[in-house]
């Protein structure tokens, strides 16, 4: 890929992952609740779940997706269900510790499976990288090179921003201390990723 074609798709990444979107509202949700170290396994697991987007685009299934109307669909509402349910349990938790209390914290796991799952569930990232893509690619040079090269350059990006999204979010902690603000804060992500939900479910296929 010639640098100045890779300048100009560094730029569409920088803004793709500036974009609050469902992975943002995840880790703005675990930087609060964790602190910014705590919070890695969750980025590392929206980079399993864009990383999965990526290799289906370039494999051919972000096609089928974008050209199938029922494989759409399919994955679009599991991921609404999923990020109302992530939303609904936001609702209910009381209080959280903030990073370096000894209360139990979730575990780095269950973390980074949650985050990857909300990656995973999102066909508008799967068609908008199908109609991203074509438009960087040299046809007369190797096409798995620079599919390489895109997909190493959006999840280097994406955690770059991910880290300063959950630093931002991590400088709240000192705010955080009291059960009720904490109750309010899970409210507010709670909306957030139900709202991401309703972006999700209101995105047709072929738009």
Not at 22 to 40: D, K, P, Q
Not at 104 to 123: C, G, I, M, Y
Not at 140 to 155: C, K, P, W, Y
Not at 162 to 184: E, F, I, V
Request: proline share 3%; hydrophobic share 55%; aromatic share 10%.
């Amino acid at each position: 890929m010639a640098f100045d074609i890779w300048l100009a798709f560094l730029l569409a990444s920088c803004l793709i992952s500036i974009s609050p979107g469902a992975g943002a509202v995840n880790t703005m949700s675990n930087g609060l609740r964790h602190g910014v170290r705590n919070t890695l396994p969750a980025i590392l697991g929206l980079q399993l779940g864009y990383g999965a987007q990526i290799l289906l685009v370039g494999v051919g299934l972000g096609a089928l997706l974008a050209s199938s109307a029922l494989a759409f669909a399919l994955v679009k509402w599991i991921g609404v269900a999923y990020l109302i349910w992530l939303g609904v349990q936001k609702f209910r938790e009381g209080g959280f510790g903030v990073a370096g209390d000894d209360q139990p914290q979730e575990s780095a796991q269950k973390r980074f499976w949650n985050a990857a799952f909300v990656n995973l569930t999102n066909p508008k990232a799967t068609v908008f990288l199908v109609a991203l893509f074509p438009q960087f690619v040299d046809p007369n040079a190797s096409h798995m090179t620079q599919f390489l090269e895109m997909g190493v350059t959006l999840i280097v990006v994406d955690v770059v921003v991910m880290l300063g999204y959950a630093t931002l979010a991590s400088r709240l902690l000192g705010w955080l201390k009291t059960p009720a603000r904490q109750r309010h804060m899970n409210r507010v992500f709670g909306s957030l990723f139900m709202g991401a939900a309703v972006l999700m479910a209101s995105y047709r296929h072929g738009q």
